[in-house]
């Protein structure tokens, strides 16, 4: 699904807003959405600068298998104490190849669990240790996530105000143009005109009769 990613874009209220909306089918910020207008003007805003000005730093989570996270592993003690451990325990049964070794070929199956519990423990501090550097490496990312998704809430907040502003605006614009009242009697004079006629006729007789 599409979406638009920007980080302090100027806004017509002298403001600046942050985002990371969905604008595909369907979406309040999309063709044909509440915002669409809104989000347009962020778009030609955004248009106004270089590629990526107005670009959000990546919010890119961490991998275990990371390279640096695997060189902290290699320099933490306890890691460095699992691994030399194992090394040890290997040598004396190695999961992978279980015949391999005298205790594989003629040790008691109790012999063999008690083995594999040990290993499996060594490996578990290990797991244990890279699983709390990623955690460690991730938490920035994560409550930059986070505050992305506050952004998103608090942006269809600041559109939706925006909004009832324009909308307020075009309807003040409108009730303050002139308009005709279809319910409102039509115009006419106060004074009547049929006694006009009638004195102008007498007036008529009245001057025909003295020429006479």
Do not use: C
Not at 148 to 177: H, S, Y
Not at 199 to 205: E, F, K, P, S
């Amino acid at each position: 699904m599409a979406r638009l990613s920007f980080q302090n874009v100027p806004t017509k209220s002298g403001g600046v807003i942050s985002g990371n909306i969905s604008t595909g089918a369907g979406s309040p910020f999309g063709s044909g959405g509440k915002y669409e207008a809104q989000v347009a003007n962020i778009k030609a805003e955004i248009a106004k600068k270089p590629v990526g000005y107005y670009d959000p730093p990546p919010l890119t989570l961490w991998k275990d298998s990371n390279p640096v996270i695997e060189s902290k592993l290699e320099d933490d003690p306890a890691v460095q104490k699992a691994r030399e451990r194992l090394g040890n325990l290997i040598g004396t049964y190695d999961p992978s190849h279980p015949r391999a070794s005298r205790l594989g070929r003629y040790g008691s199956p109790g012999e063999i669990l008690a083995m594999e519990q040990k290993i499996n423990q060594q490996y578990k501090i290990i797991s244990d240790i890279r699983e709390r550097l990623t955690a460690e490496k991730n938490a920035p990312v994560i409550l930059a996530q986070q505050e992305q998704q506050a952004r998103e809430a608090d942006l269809e907040r600041k559109l939706e105000i925006e909004l009832a502003v324009q909308r307020a605006l075009e309807k003040q614009v409108i009730n303050q143009r002139p308009h005709k009242d279809p319910t409102a009697p039509a115009i006419t004079s106060s004074f009547p005109i049929i006694p006009i006629i009638i004195i102008a006729l007498i007036v008529g007789i009245f001057l025909l009769r003295r020429r006479a």
